[in-house]
């Protein structure tokens, strides 16, 4: 026998109660971001995540909730946000801010998806073993940066007077560093050119960086691309002002907030690509099912208001190879 109520939600027309309609609606699914940076250095490259998102049908908010995690550049957290994340059954989680962030994130969970942006790493790491198809969990853009500190060298031998040397910044901590610095030794014994190595460690470290720089008379630096100094990227280019030394970035990000030059990535298309995949692993891709991407080409820019701040002439040859110059 039906009962009373049962026959009138049957009825045509009928209109379930408020109550009944939230309980049929599905829950809408959880996006774990587990970032190595501070969300105000972030907030563009979160929109451009948002907006990749987006292109595959999920607006924040409305189809779809995002937990956020930020590590603040330092890197002991991230193992404990990456749990977090897992605890919370995120359906997948986005890795974003260098490979120390998507090394923490497998080794917390092997079965939630991960996509990442990164270096390829990831491959030297074990956290995957192929690019076109991602084994376990793991997938993503491997935006390596260790590659392009040789050519970065090169563009600030033609800038700078070769009688002085040029300073290197590392991040002792990153995992990246000891390639970093294999790369740059040899990029620099290649063109004969004398290099420095300084490091920053941490925020404070950097706000005294350029100043050791100043001292040890830098004709330029070449910076790595890692998160503690994307994440103080206005600070870096005020103090290469400051001091007055030529700095050349792997991101362009950095000559937007005004930097001198970069020879690199946009990060901006690296985070729209993982909300990308990210909305599809919620499509119901499988991160084997989505390869390794890698950039195919790289975007060099020059912003002409901070050389000529600097009392820098920008050589022809550099000008006409820039995708972008910043008037």
Not at 286 to 295: E, R
Request: with cysteine; charged share 20%; glycine share 8%.
């Amino acid at each position: 026998m039906i009962s009373r109520r049962k026959v009138i939600s049957l009825l045509p027309g009928a209109v379930a109660s408020p109550l009944a309609a939230r309980a049929q609606q599905p829950a809408m699914p959880l996006v774990g971001f587990l970032n190595g940076g501070s969300p105000a250095a972030f907030a563009e490259l979160v929109d451009a995540f948002r907006r990749g998102l987006q292109d595959t049908g999920y607006l924040e908010g409305q189809n779809v909730s995002i937990e956020y995690r930020w590590a603040g550049g330092r890197y002991e957290r991230l193992p404990a946000l990456a749990a977090d994340l897992v605890n919370r059954r995120v359906a997948v989680i986005a890795s974003t801010g260098g490979p120390d962030v998507v090394e923490a994130a497998a080794a917390t969970t092997s079965t939630v998806p991960i996509v990442f942006l990164g270096s390829d790493s990831v491959l030297k790491k074990g956290v995957s073993t192929s690019l076109n198809r991602p084994s376990g969990n793991v997938t993503g853009i491997a935006m390596s940066a260790t590659a392009l500190l040789s050519k970065c060298l090169q563009f600030l031998d033609e800038l700078t007077a070769k009688d002085k040397p040029i300073g290197v910044l590392l991040n002792p901590n990153s995992s990246t560093t000891a390639d970093d610095k294999d790369e740059i030794e040899a990029a620099a014994r290649q063109i004969g050119r004398t290099i420095f190595i300084v490091t920053a460690a941490n925020e404070s470290e950097i706000d005294t960086v350029f100043a050791t720089l100043a001292e040890r008379q830098a004709g330029g630096v070449v910076v790595q691309g890692d998160i503690l100094f994307t994440n103080r990227r206005a600070d870096m280019v005020a103090g290469a002002a400051r001091q007055a030394i030529p700095a050349i970035y792997v991101w362009s990000e950095f000559t937007a907030a005004g930097g001198l030059i970069a020879y690199g990535n946009s990060l901006a298309e690296g985070y729209a690509q993982v909300g990308n995949y990210t909305g599809r692993i919620l499509h119901g891709a499988k991160p084997a099912d989505l390869p390794i991407m890698q950039p195919t080409r790289y975007r060099f820019t020059i912003n002409l208001k901070t050389a000529k701040a600097l009392g820098l002439t920008i050589p022809a040859s550099l000008l006409i190879l820039a995708d972008e110059v910043i008037e």
